[in-house]
């Protein structure tokens, strides 16, 4: 079976919201060409895609991953967890969570490894097996969060912030901005400030931490299988 260009770019920007290993950064002139080839996305984003591609492959390896894990599992304003943007650890996470995970079972998705379901890239590795229309109709559920999360790296300078960018754009843009608002009102963490850090995270039970491959394809054909649907998704990338 062969998949269309916008599962190949989903499964392109899933790898990239992965955690920085060796084998990813082999394969990130593969990863660049898939993106650089995808027309639903502006010429101005495409460029934003090539320069983080190209900011991993010139980048030391150990400084990538202390930068991503300084992002992404040090700020819980930036986690990659969605649901902790709109639930927190409240009741309804779990809710949340539990149907997730039966939408991807009731499509033959059987995620595996620590991660957890709202993990942006597993999420993404699910939506790049799924009909476009279905993959469009949960990234635009997700779509406030997603803008609040490409707005947050904007201003951190960071160039992740054109993952979440195109993710937006190729759910044909962003309907509810009062929820983006009220999302941007929320405090933004700075990884810098170990006490506000320490803070924000006694609030309640941490139940996940820092997985560096949560939710992230195969290293063994990180991107080998790109043309075929995927219904698993590993638990850690090889480092």
């Known amino acids: 079976?062969?998949?269309?260009?916008?599962d190949r770019t989903l499964k392109a920007l899933s790898l990239l919201l992965c955690y920085p290993s060796a084998e990813l950064v082999a394969a990130l002139p593969e990863i660049g060409g898939v993106l650089g080839a995808e027309t639903r996305l502006t010429a101005l984003l495409r460029g934003d895609l090539a320069r983080l591609v190209d900011e991993m492959r010139s980048g030391d390896l150990y400084a990538l991953q202390e930068r991503y894990v300084d992002l992404f599992d040090r700020s819980r304003?930036?986690?990659?967890?969605l649901f902790e943007h709109v639930h927190g650890e409240?009741?309804?996470?779990?809710?949340?969570?539990?149907s997730l995970l039966e939408t991807y079972r009731e499509a033959g998705f059987e995620p595996t490894g620590w991660d957890l379901p709202d993990?942006?890239?597993?999420?993404?590795?699910?939506?790049?097996?799924?009909?476009?229309?279905?993959?469009?109709?949960?990234?635009?559920?997700?779509?406030?969060?997603l803008q609040a999360l490409a707005v947050r790296l904007g201003r951190r300078g960071s160039a992740y912030a054109a993952?979440?960018?195109?993710?937006?754009?190729?759910?044909?843009?962003?309907?509810?901005?009062?929820?983006?608002?009220?999302?941007?009102?929320?405090?933004?963490s700075d990884p810098a400030d170990l006490a506000a850090l320490d803070?924000?995270?006694?609030?309640s039970e941490v139940l996940f931490g820092p997985d560096p491959g949560a939710g992230c394809p195969s290293g063994?054909?990180?991107l080998a299988r790109m043309d075929q649907p995927q219904h698993a998704a590993s638990a850690r990338a090889a480092s």
């Open 1 to 6: 079976m062969t998949v269309n260009p916008q």
């Open 77 to 81: 304003s930036l986690s990659l967890n």
């Open 90 to 98: 409240g009741r309804d996470r779990g809710g949340a969570m539990l």
């Open 119 to 145: 993990h942006l890239p597993l999420l993404l590795e699910f939506l790049s097996t799924q009909p476009g229309e279905t993959a469009a109709d949960i990234l635009t559920s997700a779509g406030h969060i």
């Open 163 to 188: 993952v979440p960018s195109a993710l937006v754009e190729l759910a044909g843009g962003v309907s509810d901005h009062a929820a983006v608002s009220g999302l941007l009102d929320q405090p933004d």
């Open 199 to 203: 803070a924000v995270w006694e609030e």
């Open 220 to 222: 063994r054909d990180l």
